[in-house]
């Protein structure tokens, strides 16, 4: 096992990657916006934490200068919703702006500012967490605005950034986590935290540097873009 950093690591899947990183024996490099929330439970000597806004420049230098010197694993987990269902009407574009900042934009920051921790002679895997809700070919109930271009624009920039990273021996995974359990989505939700993170988990885990920019769904099922 080696260095995992993970992104909005404080509640929510992002705990949970800690959580079962820390169990399966990895060094984890965790980041919190304001507050530790369960990071304090899963507190040893293998968990370090460091605050980390993915909207704030200042914040991800500082966030990444403190960083182990050699990442094998990097889990962009960060992200926020919309507002939910919103109307046409009632798209706020101060509040998409932020969204897709903190979504879309964020991840690259923290894979830039991180970039020459991960460039080492070992496969470094990066987890970007999108959703279904990016899938083009699946927006049949339209809606979510910002959400949904947030993370098809994360999509994206992910398609595009493996293309260098390839020749850094830096392999890219797009995640659905499913329809989760949390503050996010919800108590309706089917899936719960653990099956989630197992599943994710098992993805990273046989990822290769020919697999890289793939859109996958936690149970291993390839989705549409
Ligand atoms: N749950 C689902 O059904 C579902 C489905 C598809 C995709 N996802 C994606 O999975 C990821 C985790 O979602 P979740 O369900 O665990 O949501 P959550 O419980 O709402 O947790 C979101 C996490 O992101 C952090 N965060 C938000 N903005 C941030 C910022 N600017 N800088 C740093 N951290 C920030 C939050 O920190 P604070 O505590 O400070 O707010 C929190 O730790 C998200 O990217 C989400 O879009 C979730």
């Not at 404080?10 to 919190?32: D, F, H, K, P, T």
């Not at 200068?65 to 926020?80: C, H, M, R, T, Y």
């Not at 109930?141 to 920039?157: C, E, I």
Request: charge should be negative.
């Amino acid at each position: 096992m080696g260095v995992a950093v993970i992104t909005g690591a404080n509640r929510g899947l992002g705990a949970e990657w800690v959580a079962q990183l820390l169990e399966e024996g990895w060094s984890v490099y965790a980041g919190y916006r304001s507050d530790v929330g369960r990071l304090n439970s899963l507190a040893c000597e293998k968990l370090s934490i460091h605050q980390l806004d993915v909207q704030s420049n200042d914040s991800v230098k500082a966030f990444a200068d403190a960083a182990p010197s050699q990442i094998d694993l990097l889990v962009n987990n960060a992200g926020v919703a919309d507002g939910r269902w919103r109307n046409l009407s009632e798209i706020d574009d101060e509040w998409a702006l932020e969204v897709m900042d903190i979504n879309a934009l964020g991840p690259v920051r923290v894979v830039q500012a991180l970039y020459g921790k991960m460039t080492h002679d070992q496969l470094t895997k990066v987890a970007m967490t999108s959703s279904l809700m990016a899938s083009i070919d699946d927006c049949e109930m339209g809606r979510s605005y910002a959400y949904r271009a947030s993370k098809t624009a994360l999509n994206m920039f992910t398609v595009a950034m493996k293309k260098e990273a390839i020749e850094d021996n830096i392999s890219f995974v797009i995640l659905h986590p499913g329809w989760v359990k949390t503050s996010m989505g919800g108590d309706r939700a089917p899936v719960e935290m653990p099956e989630s993170v197992e599943g994710m988990r098992a993805v990273v885990e046989g990822l290769t540097l020919n697999d890289s920019g793939k859109f996958i769904q936690y149970d291993g099922v390839d989705l549409p873009w």
